[in-house]
């Protein structure tokens, strides 16, 4: 493989490579290396001798340097005999697809050398902070800013010192002080160094400076016949903790919840190739099928006929009809919530034709219509399989607050979401509604007005007011 010398490419392409760099923070070396790994994925133009922008707009966000990674990390390596464990925590963190750059203190040195270093992270190592070649454009700064998280492994107590006291006499030091970012620390010292009180306000301080700690352990020292607490954890604990940190667990309220909604209209055959219809999207439902699924909860979503993706991660059961949607309903009984969002037709043709109906001399065939089954009040008044959380939906166009209560009492369910469906809101078929929710309280119905919202945002707030009543008073759990 060739080496590049940077210092013999013509004066038009140095500067271009260095304002280039500067921009996008990033050494004049990696940079190059960015480049051509652009040009190999067709992503790059070809560099020109007099290709130099006039001007250095704003730094854009850092690129990651490796397309399979998914966060980074700057591990800074303190001197210490626990130093070659951060060969392993290399590996580790990369395993989990997080992007490692090392920096070496002079004294890790005498434990690890930046060739096995480098060779594991597959990254320059960096040890100087007076290094020219990274310094033109204040590589302390990059790594101390580019990048989700540092690490510290081992921390020896010269080094906690160091950052307690806010020093910046050498690279380590210098990116401490100089980050934004989370700080990850791995202490490893003798015993007696991590029980001394200097080091105990040490502690004390970077604690309060927000600084997380893994370890140490407890256990053998590599001083014969010493014992005690200052093992630096191992890499898998540090890996796991440096994880932790960077992709906190999404919180999921309705773990362990079965949720039924229903969506979209459904359509009412005339014959067999007419229908009688309502304007529903379906959005909000499919928004609110998705905003439980992601709460953690077991979804099921019953939907009439639409045209959306069905939801990630949830059970979509397809109808036609009312009577079909009522089927679908009480075949995925028992669950502890349901919600019908369901835009359903109040009638269907009692006399629909089994061929298409003709034109006659007779005229226009008259179509006589029957009231379709009412599911949210069959649900809400089952004995047996209702679910303990009943929700509806009230479209309305006029009224809207009083029509809502009397639909919250006439359905017997629990919670009803309030809507004006009037065509000059453009909330069927639209993206936005504005919504207010009706819960009994106390013999009384309480009105929650919410303001204009994305009908995404309507369903994640829905689920968060579920998980937040479900937290105040737990469900009986469905039979
Ligand atoms: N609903 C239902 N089955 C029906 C009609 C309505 O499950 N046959 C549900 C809707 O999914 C919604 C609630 O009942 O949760 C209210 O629907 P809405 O269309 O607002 O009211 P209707 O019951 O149809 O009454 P009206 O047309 O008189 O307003």
Redesign the pocket.
């Known amino acids: 493989m060739a080496s590049l010398t940077i210092r013999k490419l013509d004066e038009g392409v140095k500067t271009y490579l260095r304002l280039r760099s500067a921009q996008n923070r990033r050494s004049v070396e990696e940079e190059v290396r960015v480049i051509l790994r652009e040009l190999i994925e067709g992503r790059e133009e070809p560099l020109t001798g007099s290709a130099a922008p006039a001007t250095l707009s704003p730094a854009p966000t850092p690129q990651r340097t490796s397309a399979l990674a998914e966060a980074s990390v700057t591990l800074i390596i303190g001197g210490g005999i626990a130093a070659f464990k951060s060969l392993d925590l290399i590996r580790r963190l990369k395993e989990r697809r997080i992007e490692v750059r090392c920096v070496l203190t002079q004294a890790a040195q005498q434990f690890v050398t930046p060739l096995s270093v480098s060779a594991l992270s597959h990254e320059r190592v960096y040890t100087d902070l007076f290094d020219p070649q990274s310094e033109f454009d204040a590589g302390h700064i990059r790594l101390a800013r580019d990048c989700d998280l540092i690490i510290v492994a081992p921390a020896t107590a010269d080094l906690m010192a160091k950052m307690a006291n806010g020093h910046a006499d050498d690279l380590a030091s210098a990116i401490l002080l100089a980050t934004n970012r989370k700080i990850l620390i791995a202490p490893a010292m003798n015993p007696l160094m991590w029980s001394n009180s200097a080091t105990r306000r040490n502690v004390a301080q970077l604690g309060r400076d927000g600084v997380t700690f893994i370890g140490p352990n407890s256990g053998e020292m590599a001083e014969a016949g010493e014992a005690g607490v200052g093992r630096m954890s191992e890499a898998i604990e540090i890996a796991t903790a440096a994880e932790r940190l960077l992709r906190p667990p999404v919180p999921r309220p309705l773990a362990g919840k079965r949720i039924l909604i229903?969506a979209g209209p459904t359509h009412e055959p005339i014959d067999p190739v007419r229908y009688i219809a309502n304007r529903s999207s379906g959005k909000q439902g499919f928004a609110i099928a998705a905003a439980a699924q992601a709460a953690g909860a077991d979804v099921i979503l019953v939907s009439g006929p639409v045209d959306l993706d069905d939801p990630a991660g949830v059970a979509v059961k397809h109808v036609e009809s009312?009577r079909n949607m009522l089927e679908q309903v009480e075949a995925s009984l028992p669950v502890d919530i349901a919600i019908?969002?369901?835009?359903?037709a109040?009638w269907r043709v009692a006399n629909a034709g089994e061929q298409k109906l003709k034109k006659t001399s007779a005229g226009m065939p008259p179509l006589q219509l029957v009231e379709?089954?009412?599911?949210?009040?069959t649900i809400s008044k089952m004995k047996d399989k209702r679910p303990p959380l009943v929700i509806?939906?009230?479209?309305?166009t006029e009224h809207l607050i009083d029509?809502a209560k009397a639909?919250l009492k006439r359905?017997g369910c629990d919670w009803i979401v309030a809507n004006d469906v009037s065509p000059a809101t453009g909330v069927m078929g639209g993206d936005r509604n504005t919504v207010h929710l009706l819960t009994r309280n106390e013999g009384d119905i309480a009105v929650d007005s919410w303001p204009v919202m994305t009908k995404d945002q309507v369903a994640t707030e829905l689920v968060a007011h579920i998980a937040k009543s479900l937290a105040n008073k737990p469900l009986e759990p469905a039979k």
């Open positions: 229903t009312a019908f969002a369901a835009a359903v109040d379709n089954p009412d599911i949210l009040a509806g939906f009230a479209a309305e029509n639909k359905k």
